[in-house]
């Protein structure tokens, strides 16, 4: 393989992740009509459209897909052949500290960072925690986990992973007060709503919908709280109706604990984002972690692209 095709893997791997080009332009200094030419130049090598875009949207086509998953198994590849000739020097030492939202980082992250600890007893591993996984990037962490695009002024920002909103409940709220038959009868029942911080503002319009159509529904909470993981003790105890992350209640629904409500919907889409200061991302432990983290999140409740 050539330099220059390990290089378009390299490329579109981070075109991929950054989920547009103008994001992928921003994280390599470049300008978004440069990243369009090399991409364009990309598929002609190929001879297929890796992205489907236009003003609208921005994804991959099948064969991107497939080039996509290959590329991150082939880029992965290369950097351990190359961590393993490298010497012992350049394997991951010292600190790393991480920034995550409150629920996901004690049931995804803190359990992640257990094994990746093992992998490399050499780290120093801190996790800091905080509603909405809001951090300033002077409180000296090597990397933030954000839900939702961050607007991270000289920081490196990186999309990991894609989750979606599900509406669910327990049996027991079910059993009591029933499914509801369209999302608009959720105006009828027990919900529970988020509300943010310092501002207490209501988060009480849930989208849920399919390609063909989408209800918004503005519902009267029972019950709301600042805390996503009261929230989700409340629907565990039958409180009712929870608009919840998939990556968040995915353990709870496949062991029958909480139950999906209109399982062929989907509710908002959120993505995942890495964001680093600047030069954080050339650290070996930085790396270390990212390269881990992502195929880790392909089996803990987020979507595959």
């Known amino acids: 393989m050539s330099s ?21 332009a921003r994280n390599l200094g470049n300008s978004p009509a440069a990243i369009s030419r090399r991409l364009s130049r990309l598929e002609a090598r190929l001879g297929s459209t890796l992205i489907i875009r236009n003003t609208r949207h921005f994804g ?14 082939i880029v992965a590849d290369i950097d351990r052949l190359e961590d393993e000739i490298s010497s012992s020097a350049r394997a991951p030492k010292g600190t790393l500290s991480i920034g995550a939202p409150v629920e996901l980082g004690r049931r995804q992250i803190a359990p992640f960072i257990e094994t990746f600890s093992a992998k490399h007893p050499k780290l120093t591993i801190s ?8 951090y300033d990037l ?33 049996p027991d709220y079910i059993a009591r ?17 988020l509300r943010r911080n310092k501002t207490m ?41 929870a608009y919840k992350l998939l ?31 600047d030069r954080q991302h050339t650290r070996a432990g930085v790396r270390a972690f990212l390269n881990d983290l992502r195929p880790y999140f392909r089996t803990a409740g987020f979507l595959r692209d």
């Open 4 to 24: 220059d095709e390990t290089g378009d893997l390299r490329f579109f791997t981070s075109l991929v992740d950054a989920g547009s080009l103008t994001a992928c």
């Open 60 to 73: 991959l086509s099948e064969t991107g897909r497939v080039y996509y998953e290959r590329a991150l198994n």
């Open 127 to 134: 996790l800091a925690l905080a509603s909405e996984g809001v």
């Open 138 to 170: 002077s409180d000296y962490l090597d990397v933030v986990l954000r839900l939702g695009l961050p607007e991270a002024g000289g920081a490196m920002v990186t999309r990991l992973a894609s989750t979606m909103r599900v509406l669910c409940a327990s």
């Open 177 to 193: 007060r029933s499914l509801p038959a369209h999302p608009r009868d959720l105006t009828k029942h027990d919900c529970l709503c």
């Open 201 to 241: 503002a209501l988060l009480n319009k849930w989208t849920i919908g399919n390609e063909q159509e989408t209800d918004v529904v503005t519902v009267e909470p029972r019950l709301s709280t600042t805390n996503a993981e009261i929230i989700h003790d409340w629907a565990l105890s039958g409180q009712g109706i």
């Open 247 to 277: 990556c968040d209640v995915c353990q709870d629904l496949e062991d029958g604990k909480l139950i999906r409500i209109f399982p062929d919907l989907q509710g908002e889409r959120i993505d995942l984002y890495a964001v680093l200061p």
